[in-house]
């Protein structure tokens, strides 16, 4: 089995590069935002990081093709870059230091594409986590100075912390009712949103998150980052990977409990 090693250490120079961009804009009063079909916003760092991205991957991985979410899909082949450029954008304009960017390596296998590497970093927070297939999880500055991390051992419903990102989400899929019961089931609730919450549940101080609606690029750099970790990554409907457009996050041991309240017809 491939090791991996290379392209991570590719995805934390890609990290790094994208890291200066959207640091260098991010507060700027002149930042240009512009809404995109889906009522969601784009600035220009978003695409300056993204094209960033592509054009060091077109050097180093020419072989390789690129699912962004800004410019789409570029190239064919069993090896897939997926890049979110900022995903928080809505925190990212607004001054708001919750935003990431997300880089992950997908390959095909006889079921799809699978995370393979991942990389999430969030330059505000000076935090960034990684992870590649059988080689665990881990979180630091750099590959330098890493710990390892793992998920929590928590058993019981009753003990566990549920991170999310919003209700709406919940509400306009008529879904709200299953959430709001986990909610009451579990010991305490927050809605820290976007990457953060499944970066939480990878280290141990956050035992289940879910969310309602999501892109490949907003999911497979969690899903590996949280399953290296020993945890599980499925949509709501328990299908394992970041292929459900929705997603469920947890230290394993409450999976199957996550998903009664929030599968699809709980």
């Known amino acids: 089995m491939p090791d991996y090693l290379d392209d991570l250490r590719l995805a934390h120079v890609l990290a790094d590069a994208a890291d ?6 991010f507060k700027a009063l002149d930042l240009k935002v512009e809404t995109k079909p889906d009522m969601t916003p784009v600035s220009e760092a978003d695409k300056a990081a993204e094209e960033l991205i592509r054009g060091r991957l077109q050097h180093a991985r020419p072989r390789d093709a690129v699912l962004g979410e800004e410019y789409g899909v570029e190239g064919t082949g069993p090896r897939r870059w997926v890049i979110d450029p900022i995903d928080g954008t809505k925190n990212y304009v607004r001054g708001v230091p919750v935003w990431a960017t997300l880089i992950s390596l997908m390959e095909e296998d ?5 995370p393979v590497v991942g990389v999430v970093s969030a330059p505000a927070l000076g935090r960034r986590w990684w992870a590649a297939k059988g080689h665990g999880a881990f979180t630091g500055r750099d590959l330098a100075s890493a710990t390892r991390i793992h998920v929590s051992r928590v ?14 989400g919940w509400e306009e899929r008529n879904r709200l009712d299953g959430f709001l019961e986990l909610s009451r089931r579990v010991w305490r609730t927050r809605a820290y949103g976007d990457f953060w919450p499944y970066m ?3 280290e141990g101080s956050v035992d289940i998150c879910a969310e309602p609606e999501l892109s490949l690029w907003d999911m497979a750099a969690n899903a590996i980052i949280v399953t ?31 998903l009664e309240y929030l599968a699809p017809g709980a």
Request: glycine share 16%; charged share 20%; net charge negative.
């Open 200 to 202: 939480m549940v990878a």
């Open 110 to 114: 006889e079921e799809g594409y699978q």
């Open 20 to 25: 200066a961009a959207t640091t260098a804009r």
């Open 155 to 168: 058993g019981r419903l009753a003990d566990a912390s549920f991170a999310y990102s919003s209700l709406t």
């Open 228 to 258: 290296e970790a020993g945890g599980a990554f499925t949509g709501l409907d328990g299908r394992p990977g970041p292929h459900s457009g929705d997603a469920a996050a947890s230290n394993g041991l409450l999976h199957d409990e996550l």
